[in-house]
C-alpha cells in the first residue's frame, strides 16, 4: 500500500491540496475541501469511508513514513529511536490532511514523530498524578463528584503530546470484561456522591461494541450517575468509526452520554468530522471540545479564532483550552502561560461567549483543572471595583446600594474613578464610540432644509446619551 514513485509526487488540487495558510483568515469557513493523499487516490469510496479499511491501512512505522513525507538522514534515526517508546497509528484520512510540502505542516506535529521528543527538560510520565488518586485500577476518583475510567490503552491515532502515553504504550488491546472493570463499575456503584463519569483511554470508541455497551449499559442503570462522558477523538482522526449506525444507536440508548472530542486545528474541521458532529447531534448528545495549546499547531490568535469559529459553525461547544502537560516527549509543545493568556485576550469581546473556552492549567500533584484568564478586575476599594473590558475600557462597577465611605479627594486616572470623580475612561480612538457618535449626530440632524424642516423621531429603542468627559481627553476622543 506505500508504493514509493507515489510517495514524494505533489499533492494534486482540490481533494488532496492543504488550503494556503495565507488564505485561513476570517473568510475561511470550515469544514474544508475533502482530500487524499496520491497514494489512496484509486481506493474506492466505499472502502476510504470503512473505519476497519482506515484502521487496517494506518501508518504504523516510520519505515512507511519514510516512503511518505521528505526526511533528512538524522531525522529518520531519531525518530526510529523513539518507535520502541511510543506507539505510532495514522489513519489514511488524518494523514491527508497534512501537507506534505511543509515540515511544520500542524497536522504532520501532532501525528508524525519529531527528533524532538527525545530532547528532556521538566517532563514527567504521570504528570497529573491520576494513579496515586487510583482507589481501583484504572479508575482515577479526584473531584468530590466525577470519576475517570481508563478503559482501553488504544487510539485510533496517537497524538505526540498526549498526557497518557503511560498507558498507551501498553501493547494490544482490552478485549473482553476484566475483573478491573468489574471493580470499576462497582466503585461507582457503591459512591452515590459520583455524578458524572468521564469514559476515556485511549479511546473508547476503539472498544469492541460489546464491551463499550458493557459500561454504558451498567453506567446508565446506577441511579445516581447523571452524566456519561465519552473522551474520544475519533471525530476528528477516525470519522468513519461513527458511520456505523450500530455505534451511534449503543451512544444513543445509553441516555446520558456527553461527547468530548479533541479539536485543535480549523485543518481538522472537516466534511467528514461535520457529518459525524451532526449525526450525533441529532441523537441528543451534546459535543464539547477541549483543545490543547500546542507550539507551532495552534498558538496564534489567528489560528485559534478560525478553529473557535469553525466549531461553532458545525455546533461544537469550545469547552476548555489545556496548556500542554509535562508529559514525557512533549516539551516542544508547551508555550508560556503569558502565550495563552494574550490569545485569550483576543478573544473575549471578539467573539461570541459561547465560542471561547475557559484556558485551563491541569496543576500538577493532581490539583485538578485551575482556570486562567487575563485581569479584569483592575483595582477596588470599599465602595465600587475598577473593571476593564476587552476594549481597555475602564468603568467603576457599585456592586451594592449602600452609603459611599470614601471621602473624595481630588485625583486623577483610576484613582479618579476610585473616588467616585468619573464613572469610565475610554480609551483615545475607540471605534464602538465612534459608531455612537455618528448615530448620534444622525439623530440630531434635521429632516429636511427650508422652514417646514422638522426635529426628526428617535429610531425606536434608540437610547443615545450625551458621552461624558474623560479625564484628560475630550468628549471628542471618549
Known amino acids: ?274 457529518r459525524v458532529c451532526r449525526s450525533l447531534l441529532r441523537r441528543g448528545m451534546m459535543i464539547n471540545n477541549h483543545s490543547v495549546l500546542l507550539k507551532g499547531v495552534n498558538d496564534s490568535l489567528q489560528t485559534m479564532r478560525n478553529l473557535l469559529r469553525g466549531l461553532l459553525r458545525i455546533k461544537v461547544r469550545p469547552y476548555y483550552l489545556f496548556h500542554c502537560d509535562p508529559v514525557t516527549g512533549a516539551g516542544h509543545f508547551r508555550t508560556s502561560v503569558w502565550k495563552g493568556l494574550e490569545i485569550m485576550e483576543g478573544l473575549r469581546g471578539h467573539m461570541s461567549g459561547i465560542g471561547i473556552p475557559t484556558y485551563v492549567v491541569d496543576s500538577p500533584h493532581g490539583g485538578g483543572k485551575i482556570p486562567l484568564m487575563p485581569n479584569y478586575m483592575v483595582s477596588m476599594s470599599d465602595d465600587a471595583v475598577i473593571l476593564r473590558n476587552y476594549e481597555g475600557m475602564l468603568v467603576r462597577y457599585q456592586a451594592e446600594d449602600k452609603p459611599g465611605t470614601i471621602t473624595r479627594t481630588p485625583t486623577r486616572g483610576v484613582s479618579g474613578l476610585i473616588q467616585g470623580d468619573k464613572t469610565s475612561l475610554m480609551p483615545e480612538g475607540n471605534e464602538r464610540m465612534a459608531r455612537r457618535r455618528k448615530l448620534q449626530l444622525i439623530d440630531d440632524a434635521p429632516a429636511g432644509c427650508g422652514s417646514h424642516a422638522e426635529t426628526p423621531e428617535p429610531r425606536r429603542g434608540s437610547a443615545i446619551l450625551p458621552l461624558p468627559l474623560m479625564n484628560g481627553q475630550h468628549a471628542a476622543n471618549g
Open 1 to 274: 500500500m506505500f508504493p514509493n514513485s507515489e510517495a514524494t509526487a505533489p499533492l494534486p488540487p482540490s481533494r488532496t491540496t492543504s488550503p494556503d495558510p495565507v488564505s485561513c483568515g476570517l473568510d475561511d469557513e470550515p469544514p474544508s475541501t475533502p482530500r487524499r493523499h496520491p497514494i489512496w487516490k484509486d481506493v474506492p469510496d466505499h472502502q476510504w469511508d470503512d473505519w476497519k479499511w482506515q484502521q487496517t491501512n494506518s501508518i504504523r512505522s516510520v519505515r512507511q513514513l519514510r516512503g511518505l513525507l521528505p526526511f533528512t538522514r538524522d531525522e529518520l534515526e531519531a525518530i526510529g529511536k523513539l518507535e520502541a517508546d511510543y506507539k505510532l497509528a495514522i489513519p489514511p484520512y488524518y494523514f491527508s490532511l497534512i501537507n506534505p510540502d511543509d515540515p511544520d505542516d500542524p497536522i504532520r506535529l501532532q501525528s508524525v514523530p519529531s527528533p524532538l521528543e527525545a530532547e528532556g527538560g521538566f517532563e514527567l510520565d504521570d504528570p497529573l498524578e491520576e494513579d496515586k488518586d487510583s482507589p481501583v485500577n484504572g479508575l482515577t476518583h479526584r473531584y468530590p463528584d466525577r470519576v475517570l475510567m481508563l478503559t482501553t490503552p488504544n487510539c485510533t491515532m496517537y497524538c505526540r503530546y498526549c498526557t497518557r502515553k503511560r498507558a498507551t504504550l501498553t501493547r494490544g488491546g482490552w478485549e473482553g470484561i476484566s475483573k478491573d472493570d468489574e471493580r470499576m463499575i462497582e466503585y461507582i456503584r457503591r459512591h452515590p456522591e459520583i455524578k458524572d463519569v468521564v469514559v476515556s483511554g485511549g479511546d473508547p470508541l476503539t472498544l469492541p461494541i460489546p464491551k463499550l455497551r458493557y459500561y454504558l449499559e451498567n453506567l446508565k442503570a446506577i441511579p445516581h450517575v447523571d452524566v456519561i462522558r465519552i473522551g474520544t477523538r475519533v471525530p476528528v482522526t477516525l470519522p468513519q468509526r461513527l458511520y456505523d449506525e450500530e455505534l451511534l444507536s449503543l451512544l444513543e440508548s445509553a441516555e446520558k452520554v456527553y461527547i468530548q472530542t479533541h479539536f485543535n486545528h480549523p485543518r481538522e474541521i472537516t466534511p467528514e468530522a461535520a
